[in-house]
């Protein structure tokens, strides 16, 4: 009897797995496909968790205004020119902006935009070059 209700379990388990396992392009519908546009060439190679979440994400976009799913479509098309590294360093930042106490993002953010002075020319040495007048 254990090893029926074992078994029934396994034919169970591995009949649902194909329902848990990454969606490939070609089987989103239109409207997921026009929300993830920027990402079609990479769709395939994401990780399962990121899929789902980009899927949640193309869920909502049919409730956006215009203007707000031109922004959205212009965030993925910037995401997918990141390189792994740069994409990793993004999402370090988020976690620790999230962080931020709801008070204090707002003064983070204007620091942040804030340009940056300038830094004087250095030569790829990192001396600086001095000028030596020669006399003679």
Known sequence: MK????SGLLIVLLGVAPLCA????????PQQQQAL??????????PDRQQKNLLGV???YSQLSPAAQQRMQQRLIRWSMLTPAQRKAAREKYRAFSKVPVAQREAVKKMVKQPQAPSPAVPISGVP???ASSSR
Not at 3 to 6: D, K, V
Request: proline share 4%; hydrophobic share 40%.
């Open 3 to 6: 090893r029926i209700l074992t």
């Open 22 to 29: 990454a969606e490939q392009w070609q089987q989103l519908t």
């Open 37 to 46: 546009a920027p990402l079609a060439s990479e769709w395939n190679s994401l």
């Open 58 to 60: 193309a869920k909502r």
């Open 129 to 131: 070059s001095t000028k």
